[in-house]
């Protein structure tokens, strides 16, 4: 759901207006915030040894920068400094700040403040505590084996529980909880967390993500209960389902200095719980949970109740590698609204208000030893090729002799909106959630336009109906898998600018990292290796979302573990060119281009149409690798594929650019935006290639010509490289067929596979990212070439056509930007932008078409810009110049108010008109 932003950015509040001009500017520090070790919020149980610290530097002092640090780690909450005290140093880093200081243990505590210095020496104060814990970092830190439910059916849910005596109260807990499948924990019958689905979702065969818990509130003097309900989720799917099932477990208690480990081990014991797995877990068969009544028993996981009937769980062999969970979790994000219930013959038919990924609840009365069937579809129509967009999701409840209960969803989810009850005596009471990874949303937007608002909400909503386990999928239904182009599209477009994502891609990147083959190829799908189609862009994952995580959030670590998977896949590249180009390796349906752009227009690997593509994502990639090579000093690898990158680029234009039409190929649009973007297309050729493009997106084909393939490289092109938002804002604006306005005036409430909206599935990520627009082009917040992680960045609001205003925000590390403009009736433009403290940024006002020099730019504390040229003495800016159509104000950090207009008794000829940036 939207959360309105009502205008919140203008005008700035007054009591800081008070402050501010007060104080000519130099107003009031604030202490260091929202401390983050790698990237998590007080993380528990994590396996950096030397994990990296970032803090924001909250500052109302215009044009403050932090000139300095210290940051104080302790293993104690008094703030002794005893694992690290890094003294003042001088430095205006704030985010990825490498811990320093003592050798650190597994499970040991830390707790940690910064206090910064800004420029003029003083201090801004010291932060808040914050925390982190050490997980298990040796493998010999596990005491016990894995252990299973020997003789369980491959779909069982079981119940694990192990009795421990305390004879003193715990000082501090843990548990350390692996599992082969998912899981949930418990400690005298209360569930330790709201997570769901745990663990993530990793490459089975290569590693698995244990989950600490601090379970210290929940331990007790005397008898204790420990218990787990294991589920077997995706060990259900695929070449998985041969696989080990069952779980690791170790509770590590303090008291009195001392520390007691429980490990798991055959003297916990098991008994198939109250539900179980039905149906597959695949390509059109992700089944779903059956509950059984008369198996439910309240009590299994509380102290007092007797398992003697139970059996003693089995040890395994099974040994995999285990790594800490270091993302945030799924949790029911969303309650989602019922609109109507409907009976229909023997059955209920159940609407929702749109479509969602998640769990439902529903109370159900039915026959005695009966099963009611529960389905959901993602479509409120019929398909008229009889595909319904159930997908095999189904789940049971097994009525007792008393003929009543409640069906919840525990190891598996549905998706979809329309909802389906059948064999059951009366209305079902149901709710339902929505589940998605539970990263904090720090982006918005809001305009003027209702229909560009809403495509905004569409494209985040089907971007978290699509992002559980830890993976984006294609869809949650039909296959569930986590391709490698919509990855890249969503990380880019929603993830990174929306969210606080790092964790999140940081664990991404590491599943792609598991789907490597020997040789270097990869997999078009991860972290579940998957026999797909796909083409190199699918499998170019790691060195996109590398890529991407480095210019937004300034991560160069994320470069350093990623940077032998990413070689080694372009290796792999060049040892497939034929005559300088890129050749098809693996079979046309494996060497794919463009998939599902408009008219069904996809490009099978073995024709000119996807060569082409394939060559340039090859040079687009190099580029982007060369770059991070030499952000980490790799000065010859940088050199090596800079030379690589350069003979491709002569190659790939000469095959495939025709000289006398200015084109490659044909007018497609993504075969000019793509040689253009990856820089294929030399200099002198540009403005050429740039008219044909824009006469095909125009006039040709006046809509988005993309699939999900083509549509991260065309948007990347018209936003960022073309700087022609402009164009996107016009195709934004139709309802006609292809066009999202369109899928909304059919009534889609997600993205659905083709632009035609009338085939399965309607949950699909192959046309999100457009939410890129909204921050990037309508506001107007980009990364500068200069500086990365939004260091420098700039404000160039997308003032276009007959869009009236606009606000909203973008997730930085170094805090949140915020901008709001308005053309004003009178002609003036208004923009108000929030510059986060040690940070710096362009901002772009733009000139009315009859501008004089009577036109001057005011800002809250005095004018800046008259007669053509910078006012210098307003606080925080730090000069001004022209280029084409804008007015460029360079600033520093702190809130501005800039009014641009005519000030002098002149009047505006009309409002700002839409200008097009070179």
Avoid at 139 to 157: D, E, L, M, N, Q
Avoid at 284 to 289: E, I, P, S
Avoid at 721 to 735: C, F, G, M, P, W
Avoid at 861 to 885: F, H, M, Q, R, S
Wanted: aromatic share 12%.
């Amino acid at each position: 759901m939207r959360k309105k932003l009502s205008h919140l950015f203008w005008p700035i509040e007054g009591w800081k207006w008070i402050l501010l001009l007060l104080t000519g500017g130099m107003s009031v520090y604030a202490q260091p915030s929202a401390l983050r070790c790698e990237y998590l919020e007080n993380p528990l149980g994590i396996d950096v040894r030397e994990p990296r610290l970032s803090w924001v530097v909250p500052s109302m002092v215009r044009g403050d920068m932090q000139t300095a640090y210290q940051i104080n780690v302790s293993s104690t909450p008094d703030g002794k400094g005893d694992l690290w005290d890094s003294g003042k140093v001088e430095s205006d880093e704030s985010i990825h700040v490498k811990y320093r200081g003592k050798p650190l243990t597994s499970g040991q505590r830390c707790y940690w403040t910064v206090e910064t210095f800004g420029k003029d020496g003083a201090s801004h104060g010291i932060s808040e505590q914050a925390t982190w814990t050490m997980g298990l970092l040796e493998p010999s830190a596990w005491k016990g084996p894995w252990i299973h439910a020997a003789g369980a059916p491959a779909t069982a849910h079981v119940w694990y529980r192990k009795k421990v005596v305390l004879d003193r109260d715990a000082d501090a807990a843990f548990a350390y909880v692996a599992s082969r499948g998912f899981h949930e924990l418990y400690v005298n019958g209360k569930k330790v967390d709201d997570r769901l689905m745990a663990p993530t979702l990793t490459s089975l065969d290569k590693r698995i993500h244990y989950v600490t818990y601090d379970i210290s509130e929940f331990l007790e003097k005397g008898e204790n209960v420990i218990a787990v309900w294991y589920g077997p989720g995706w060990t259900t799917f695929g070449s998985y389902k041969k696989g080990f099932r069952g779980i690791r477990a170790q509770i590590n208690i303090e008291s009195k200095g001392k520390t007691v480990s429980i490990p798991s081990d055959a003297s916990w014991k098991w008994k198939l719980s109250s539900s179980e797995h039905v149906g597959g877990w695949g390509h059109r068969h992700a089944g779903g949970d059956k509950v059984v009544a008369n198996r439910l028993e309240p009590d299994w996981n509380v102290v007092g109740y007797d398992d003697g009937s139970w059996s003693h769980a089995a040890e395994s062999d099974f040994d995999t590698t285990l790594v800490a969970e270091m993302i945030n979790p799924d949790r029911m994000i969303e309650t989602i609204p019922v609109t109507a219930v409907e009976k229909v013959g023997d059955s209920y038919q159940i609407s929702l208000a749109k479509n969602f990924t998640g769990f439902i609840e529903v109370a159900l009365k039915g026959e005695p030893n009966t099963d009611a069937v529960i389905k959901i579809k993602d479509d409120r129509k019929d398909d008229p090729n009889g595909e319904y967009g159930e997908f095999g999701q189904t789940g049971y409840f097994t009525f007792d002799e008393k003929g009543e209960g409640v069906f919840r969803n525990r190891f598996n989810y549905m998706a979809g909106c329309e909802i389906e009850i059948s064999r059951v005596t009366a209305k079902p009471e149901l709710k339902a959630f929505a589940v998605s990874n539970d990263f904090k949303q720090r982006g918005a937007f809001e305009s003027s336009n209702e229909l560009l608002n809403k495509i905004y909400e569409t494209d985040l909503w089907t971007f978290r109906a699509n992002t559980l386990n830890g993976v984006t999928m294609d869809c949650p239904h039909r296959e569930r898998l986590g391709y490698g182009e919509v990855a890249f599209a969503t990380c880019w477009g929603i993830g990174l600018p929306n969210y606080e994502a790092g964790s999140y891609y940081t664990k991404m990147i590491q599943g792609w990292m598991d789907v490597q083959h020997p040789d270097g190829n990869i997999y078009f799908v991860a972290p579940t290796p998957n026999k797909t189609w796909g083409g190199p862009l699918w499998s170019s994952a790691p060195v996109t979302l590398t890529y991407e995580l480095y210019r937004a959030y300034g991560d160069k670590g994320i470069i350093e573990k990623s940077y032998p998977t990413m070689k080694k896949w372009l290796d792999f590249l060049n040892g497939n060119l034929s005559e300088g180009i890129l050749a098809v390796y693996d079979g046309g349906n494996r060497f794919l281009g463009e998939w599902s752009a408009p008219n069904g227009r996809k490009n099978n690997g073995k024709t000119q149409e996807a060569v082409l593509f394939n060559n340039c994502v090859y040079a687009m990639i190099l580029d982007m690798f060369v770059e991070m090579a030499d952000a980490v000093g790799n000065r010859a690898d940088a050199e090596e594929y800079a030379a690589r990158l350069s003979a491709l680029r002569t190659h790939v234009h000469q095959a495939f650019f025709d000289e006398e039409q200015n084109h490659y190929i044909n007018t497609i649009q993504t075969h000019q935006a793509l040689p253009l973007l990856s820089g294929v297309t030399p200099p002198e050729k540009r403005a050429a290639v740039m008219k044909v493009f824009e006469k095909e997106i125009l006039e040709t084909t006046p809509y988005l010509d993309m699939g999900s393939s083509g549509l991260p490289v065309l948007l990347k092109f018209l936003i960022e490289e073309a700087q022609r938002s402009d164009i996107v804002y016009t195709h934004l604006n139709k309802t006609t067929h292809p066009s999202y306005g369109y899928f909304l005036s059919r009534g889609e409430t997600t993205w659905p596979e083709y632009w035609s909206s009338d085939k399965a599935s309607k949950i699909h990520t192959c046309y999100t990212g457009i939410a890129a627009f909204f921050q990037k082009g309508a506001l107007g917040i980009q990364t500068d070439a200069s500086a990365v992680g939004f260091k420098h960045f700039k404000v160039k609001p997308g003032v276009f056509g007959d869009l009236d205003w606009a606000q909203g925000s973008a997730f930085s590390m170094y805090g949140t930007i915020r901008t709001a403009w308005k053309k004003e009736k009178d002609g003036r433009f208004t923009l108000n932008v929030t510059v986060p403290g040690n940070t710096t940024a362009d901002i772009y006002l733009p000139k009315p078409e009859c501008a004089n020099r009577k036109w001057a730019i005011h800002e809250g504390l005095g004018v800046c810009w008259k007669n053509g040229v910078y006012v210098d003495g307003v606080p925080g800016i730090t000069g001004a110049n022209e280029e084409d159509y804008f007015v460029i104000v360079h600033v520093g950090s702190g809130e501005y108010r800039f009014e641009a207009g005519f000030f002098d008794g002149e009047e505006a000829e009309g409002n700002v008109k839409q200008r097009r940036s070179k």
